[in-house]
């Protein structure tokens, strides 16, 4: 397969680009595929370095393949669950370790993304506990991401008119439904049609089979009005004959292995779904190492001019110019760089004369589960369930057509069962010699878990600013939290627990435990809002579009302009938002009005 040579291009400080695109995850991707295709001269900016990915993953690698089992050097340090809960950020403070990489690097520390994350030694972020995961490479998280590829629906775009909290979106499903169409067409999703008014179909590729633990679950929920569907996963099944760089999933289960990801991109990844092929068109200069730290103004027109960047190796800062600025850094990225582009017509950070920016946080809240045995299937013969690029997800079933009196909106769980390359009971089983290998291997795929994933209510006190004395390694002022959860969310995580615990019960499933406990803040690596849409300029950021009220030539084009989370993961949507803002920008640019 061929890949572009590990080169970027030299960014031309004297033209005026038609756009600059900041970060290179799933917004910025797709901003640079969208406006490319329309004619634009766009400039690309990241901040990380461009990897040789499939070196990095090397998913084929057995682990006796690896010195130490897939482990990172002895020099180098996860932060573990409980390292979030007990100490205060910054977490790298202090250590002993030279490198320190958040919990997504797997308890014990990955050796396959340790690159692809951040050094929190680097990258520090103070104020309240909140596991930060971040991805500093081309193409972002989306290198590593868990591809569950949901669509939200006006459940969740209208949630605020059905139970009165926060604001409703300025938006319906039916003005994003062809943008879906058009992701799900161009990035391929595998997925099964339900029919379902609060978690509308794709338009899928081949479904992963659900293997027999999961089907008695499918079958018992039925009964219940409730839905398991097999894992909507942004996976091409099938394959996509207009994009050369990625090929049909094959089925091995890499893409779970620790923090997985697809090093034949048969998952979604945004160089190989969008920026490899937005460099064909010829309209793309890509710069890595590239780090933002302003968007500048022309004092003139009060209009974004470009952007100020500093190079990631050397230090050196250069400014970039753009008759249009569209900011992908991520959610909190995007947050903090409008915060840091004070100027003197924009003293509060550019777009924010609202004072919402970084307010109106939100996410999903992870923890509560409930992991059982089927019995019946002890001492069956063992199937290929891991060669799946996901298992299933059960969609939400609060506050659709009842009312819940403890807690607002709802949540959805994740699962999965069957057998895994390593047996989840080994260690767990007691014994040694062939009666302990035989006990192992009769009860390995016997058993099932499931996770849920809660909305997390936007409100204006969830929110994050810059920490007046604090710098990352570059000398960039970085974000301060005041991120807590509140009593609708705790009393939302007791349902989950209850209520999974009751689903596996009635499948006939026995329960073996159940976690009623919640993740630190930021664990579901699924932050939004902190720049959110609206109708109303002086409650919201930016528009419809994603086009800031106050200066119309910048757009935030990440998950910062969810208004509220919904329980679907986010970045379908994300990438469906960023696609109609984009169309819109070109014509807009066409007819003069930016
Ligand atoms: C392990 C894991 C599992 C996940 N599972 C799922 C899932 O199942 N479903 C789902 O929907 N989502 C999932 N996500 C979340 C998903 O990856 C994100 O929603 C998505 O990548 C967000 O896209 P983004 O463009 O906003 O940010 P990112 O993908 O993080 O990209 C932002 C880019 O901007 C760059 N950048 C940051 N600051 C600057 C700057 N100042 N200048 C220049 N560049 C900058 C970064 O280096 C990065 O490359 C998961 C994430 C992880 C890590
Ligand atoms: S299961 Fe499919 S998506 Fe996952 S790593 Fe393998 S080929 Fe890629």
């Known amino acids: 397969m061929f890949l572009p040579a590990d080169k970027t291009d030299e ?75 007990i100490r205060q950020p910054p977490y790298a403070n202090g250590s002993p370790y ?80 062809p943008y879906y169409d058009k ?13 379902l008014p609060y978690l509308p179909d794709s338009l899928f590729q081949r479904a992963v089979r659900l293997n027999p633990a999961e089907v008695k679950l499918r079958e018992s929920l039925t009964k219940m009005g409730r839905v398991l569907t097999p894992y909507r996963a942004g996976v091409t099944t099938d394959g996509l004959k207009h994009n050369k760089y990625r090929v049909h999933c094959y089925g091995r289960g890499a893409c779970d292995r620790r923090v997985g990801g697809c090093d034949i991109h048969a ?81 509060n950070g550019i777009g924010n004369s609202s004072g919402h920016v970084g307010h109106n946080f939100c996410e999903h809240l992870m923890g509560p589960g409930v992991y059982g045995l089927d019995k019946e299937l002890v001492g069956k013969p063992r199937t290929l369930d891991d060669g799946r690029p996901g298992s299933f997800y059960v969609a939400r079933f609060r506050n659709l057509q009842d009312r819940n009196p403890k807690f607002l909106r709802g949540y959805g769980f994740e699962g999965g069962s069957g057998t895994g ?68 969310e705790k009393k939302m995580a007791e349902d989950m627990a209850d209520s999974a615990r009751e689903m596996f019960e009635a499948a006939g499933i026995q329960v073996l435990s159940v976690n009623r406990e919640i993740l630190t803040e930021g664990y579901s690596i699924h932050e939004l809002g902190t720049a959110r849409m609206g109708t109303d300029p002086k409650k919201s950021v930016v528009n419809q579009f994603q086009q800031s009220h106050d200066v119309k030539n910048l757009l935030v084009v990440d998950g910062s302009t969810h208004v509220s989370a919904s329980c679907q993961n986010p970045t379908w949507t994300i990438m469906a938002l960023c696609w109609r803002s984009c169309d819109n920008l070109a014509e807009e640019l066409k007819r003069g009005n930016v």
């Not at 990258?123 to 995961?133: D, F, R």
């Not at 868990?146 to 909290?165: I, M, V």
Request: glycine share 10%.
């Open 267 to 347: 998952a979604f990844d945004s160089p190989t779904g969008l920026i490899y092929p937005a460099l064909e068109t010829g309209n793309l200069t890509l710069r890595t190492n590239a780090t933002v730290n302003e968007v500048t103004v022309d004092k003139n027109t009060g209009k974004a001019s470009g952007v100020s960047f500093i190079d990631t190796d050397t230090g050196k800062t250069y400014t970039a110019r753009g008759r249009s600025v569209l900011l992908a850094a991520s959610t909190l990225e995007s947050a903090r760089l409008m915060l840091l582009s004070k100027s003197s017509l924009y003293p």
């Open 98 to 177: 030279k490198h320190v990489y958040s919990y997504v690097e797997d308890g014990t520390g990955s050796d396959y993304a340790k690159d692809i994350v951040v050094d929190e030694k680097d990258h520090p972020y103070t104020g309240t506990q909140y596991a930060w995961v971040r991805a500093r490479c081309l193409g972002g998280k989306t290198n590593i991401w868990g591809r569950l590829a949901l669509r939200l629906s006006d459940y969740d775009f209208k949630a605020a008119s059905r139970d009165g909290f926060g604001e409703d979106w300025p938006i319906s499903y039916t003005d994003i439904s």
């Open 183 to 195: 992701v799900d067409l161009y990035l391929g999703i595998s997925g099964h049609k339900e029919n």
């Open 421 to 488: 390359m390593f047996p989840d009971n080994a260690r767990s089983t007691p014994g040694f010699g062939s009666a302990y290998k035989k006990t192992v291997r009769d009860y390995a795929g016997a058993f099932i878990g499931m996770g849920g994933f809660g909305e997390v209510l936007p409100r204006y006190e969830n929110y994050v600013e810059l920490d007046p004395e604090v710098k990352d390694r570059w000398g960039v002022p970085v974000l301060r939290f005041h991120i807590k959860f509140g009593d609708n």
């Open 11 to 85: 960014v031309d400080l004297k033209k005026t680009y038609d756009a600059i695109v900041v970060g290179s995850g799933a917004g910025g991707g797709m901003a640079a595929h969208v406006l490319t295709s329309h004619g634009m001269q766009v400039l690309l900016l990241e901040a990380g370095k461009k990897l040789n990915i499939n070196k990095e993953l090397r998913s084929m690698e057995w682990p006796y393949d690896h010195p130490r089992r897939g482990d990172m050097p002895p020099d180098s340090h996860a932060l573990s669950g409980r390292e979030y809960t």
